[in-house]
């Protein structure tokens, strides 16, 4: 079982930044995936990123990539997600979730192959 609690949403001006995170507790964390996917409102759940909290490892989106960047405090066992130049198509409620290494979702970055998920927390970019 791992639990995953996100912070850090909010409002913020359209070219702003944010920093989200996710606090990952539970047993055998390294066997896990973390991964950051977003909803807005009338959409689908998409990935945005994941990071492999054994090896560093990170997928993205390539539509995001080089404007968020994730990370990982092991020690905290912490996982970040950095956003900058937020747009209005950025507004969404941003999930935390985990997936078992094992599995396939490295490859297929689905949501139907997420085992756990946190409560979300809402991003909304203002113009």
């Known amino acids: 079982q791992v639990q995953l609690v996100e912070s850090g949403g909010g409002l913020v001006q359209s070219g702003g930044s944010l920093r989200l995170s996710c606090a990952v507790s539970?047993?055998?964390?390294?066997?896990?995936?973390i991964t950051w996917f977003r909803q807005a409102p009338g959409k689908e759940r998409e990935f945005v990123a994941a990071?492999?909290?054994?090896?560093?490892?990170?997928i993205y989106t390539d539509s995001m990539k080089g404007r968020f960047t994730i990370s990982r405090d092991t020690a905290e066992a912490t996982v970040y997600l950095q956003m900058n130049s937020l747009n209005l198509e950025d507004t969404a409620v941003y999930y935390c979730?985990?997936?078992?290494?094992?599995?396939?979702?490295?490859?297929?970055?689905?949501?139907?192959?997420?085992?756990?998920w946190g409560k979300g927390t809402l991003v909304t970019v203002s113009s």
């Open positions: 990071i492999s909290l054994s090896t560093g490892n990170t």
């Open positions: 539970g047993r055998s964390l390294y066997e896990y995936i």
């Open positions: 979730a985990a997936a078992r290494v094992a599995g396939t979702f490295w490859s297929s970055r689905r949501h139907q192959d997420v085992d756990y």
